[in-house]
C-alpha cells in the first residue's frame, strides 16, 4: 500500500462517491452496481485516511467493502480480498487481532472461491501471508 492510497479504484473525494451511492440508492441500483460505487467509494475513503490519518475513513471503507461482499456475490471474492486489506490498515492503526484475524479468515475464503488460473488468485494468496506474517 502505498501513502496515495488503494490501486485499481477510482478513488475520487469520498462526498462526491458518498453522494453518488446514495443516489443510486435511491434509484434502486444492486448487485455488481452498486458493489462499484461502494469500492469507489471505499477506496476514496481509504486514500483520505492515508492522507489524513483519520481512522473513521477506514471505518467507512470496512463498511462499503461489507456491503460490496453481499452486494455481488458472483465477485464475493475479490470484494473480500478488498475488505481484508482494509482490515489489515485497521489493524495496523488499532492493533487489534480481531480485525487481523477476520482478514486472514476472508483471505482463505477467497482464496478457495478463485480457481488457481484467475488472476486474482496470486493477489489474494500474497496478501494472505502477508496478514500471517503481520499476526
Known amino acids: 500500500m502505498t501513502p496515495q492510497g488503494p490501486g485499481g479504484s477510482d478513488a475520487r473525494d469520498p462526498e462526491e462517491t458518498e453522494r453518488a451511492l446514495r443516489q443510486a440508492e435511491a434509484r434502486g441500483?444492486?448487485?455488481?452496481?452498486?458493489a462499484d460505487?461502494?469500492?469507489r467509494s471505499a477506496a476514496a475513503h481509504r486514500r483520505r485516511f492515508w492522507n489524513s490519518g483519520d481512522t473513521r475513513d477506514l471505518h467507512?471503507?470496512?463498511d462499503r467493502y461489507r456491503r460490496a461482499v453481499r452486494a455481488d456475490p458472483a465477485r464475493r471474492a475479490v470484494w473480500s480480498n478488498e475488505l481484508a486489506v482494509s482490515l489489515t490498515d485497521l489493524y495496523d492503526v488499532t492493533g487489534t487481532l480481531t480485525g487481523l484475524n477476520t482478514a486472514i479468515d476472508l483471505g482463505d475464503r477467497a482464496s478457495a472461491a478463485l480457481p488457481r488460473t484467475d488472476r486474482a488468485w496470486a493477489r489474494v494468496?500474497?496478501?494472505v501471508g502477508m496478514l500471517r506474517m503481520d499476526r
Open 37 to 39: 460505487l461502494l469500492d
Open 125 to 127: 494468496r500474497s496478501n
Open 60 to 62: 467507512r471503507a470496512v
Open 29 to 34: 441500483v444492486g448487485g455488481a452496481g452498486l
